[in-house]
C-alpha cells in the first residue's frame, strides 16, 4: 500500500490556526464515544453502448455498520462490523441480484495515523454478489475522510492522495483518488457543533473479477465532489456525503474491442448513535 500523502494548500492560515487556542485540531484518535453505528446508502448506474445499443446496470444498497476504536501505535485502530445489509444489483440480461448482511462474514480491521493513512489487518469474507457494495479495500481507504493532523480554521485547504491495490475475493481492484479538502464553516445538528468541509476531486479505478471462468474488467475516470461534517471535540466523523461521474471502458472476452461505459453514484453516511 501507498501512503496517503497531505500536503497543506493554504499556509498562513495553517499558521493563524497553529497559533489560535481555540482551533479545533483535525486528526484520528480514539473518539468519544469510543463505539458507534454508521447508517450508509449507495445508489450507483452504470451505462453500457455495446454493439448499436444502450443498456444499464444498477445498484441501489443501504447498510449499517457498527464501528469500535482502540487506541494504536500510530493512531486508532478500527473494527467495522457489516451487522445489517440490503441490497439489490440491476441487470440487463439477467435477474436482479440481491444481497444482505449473510454475504459478508467477518469484520473489517485497519488501522488509522493521525491523517487517515490506513493499514488493513483484517478483511471479511464477502460473496461475490455483494463485493461491489461491501470492499475491504475501499471502506479502510474512503470511508473515512482524509484529516491535515493540525489546528485548522476556516479556509484551511489540503490535498490526499488515496492509493490501493490487491486482491479482493473473486478478482482485484486499484485505485487512485486525489482529494481537495477544504473547511468552509460551522454547523450545529442535534447539539453537535460540527465543521463542515467540503471535498472536490478525481479518482481512477481499476477492477478485475472471474465469472464463471472468464475475466471481466472496468476502468474508469470519476469526478468527485461532496462534504464532510466532522465533530472535531469528540473526534469522529459525524456525516459524510459524495457524488462522482464520468466514464471509461469494460472488456469481456467475447467482445473484441473495450466497452464504453458511464458511472454515477452517490454515496452517504450518517452516524446514527453508539
Known amino acids: 500500500m501507498h501512503p496517503r500523502v497531505v500536503s497543506l494548500l493554504a499556509l498562513s492560515s495553517t499558521l493563524l490556526a497553529a497559533c489560535a487556542g481555540g482551533s479545533p485540531t483535525l486528526e484520528y484518535r480514539v473518539p468519544a464515544p469510543d463505539a458507534v453505528r454508521y447508517a450508509y446508502g449507495d445508489t450507483s448506474t452504470v451505462g453500457i453502448s455495446v454493439m448499436g445499443q444502450s443498456m ?3 445498484q441501489q444498497g443501504s447498510a449499517r455498520y457498527a464501528v469500535a476504536f482502540s487506541p494504536a501505535a500510530a493512531g486508532v485502530s478500527v473494527t467495522l462490523t457489516v451487522s445489517e445489509l440490503s441490497g439489490t444489483l440491476t441487470q ?3 435477474p436482479p441480484v440481491r444481497i444482505d448482511e449473510s454475504d459478508v462474514e467477518g469484520a473489517l480491521i485497519f488501522s488509522l495515523d493521525r491523517t487517515g493513512n490506513a493499514v488493513i489487518a483484517e478483511r471479511p469474507e464477502v460473496e461475490v454478489g455483494a463485493s461491489q457494495m461491501v470492499s475491504g479495500f475501499a471502506l479502510a481507504h474512503g470511508f473515512f475522510p482524509g484529516l491535515p493532523g493540525r489546528a485548522a480554521v476556516v479556509g484551511d485547504a489540503w490535498v490526499d492522495t488515496v492509493r490501493y491495490e490487491g486482491a479482493e475475493g473473486a478478482g482485484s481492484r486499484s485505485e487512485t483518488a486525489i482529494l481537495r479538502y477544504t473547511v468552509v464553516g460551522d454547523t450545529a445538528v442535534a447539539g453537535r457543533d460540527l465543521l463542515r468541509i467540503d471535498v ?4 481512477e479505478t481499476s477492477a478485475e473479477l472471474e465469472v464463471a471462468g472468464m475475466t471481466v474488467s472496468q476502468r474508469s ?3 468527485i465532489r461532496g462534504w464532510v461534517l466532522w465533530d472535531a471535540e469528540a473526534g469522529l466523523m459525524y456525516e ?3 457524488e462522482s461521474s464520468g466514464r471509461g471502458t469494460a472488456s469481456v472476452p467475447m467482445v473484441p474491442n473495450p466497452i464504453p461505459i458511464q458511472v454515477r453514484s452517490h454515496q ?3 452516524l446514527e448513535g453508539s
Open 92 to 94: 440487463p440480461l439477467g
Open 268 to 270: 452517504h453516511a450518517r
Open 221 to 223: 475516470r470519476l469526478d
Open 56 to 58: 444499464e446496470i444498477s
Open 240 to 242: 459524510r456525503r459524495s
Open 200 to 203: 472536490e476531486g478525481e479518482s
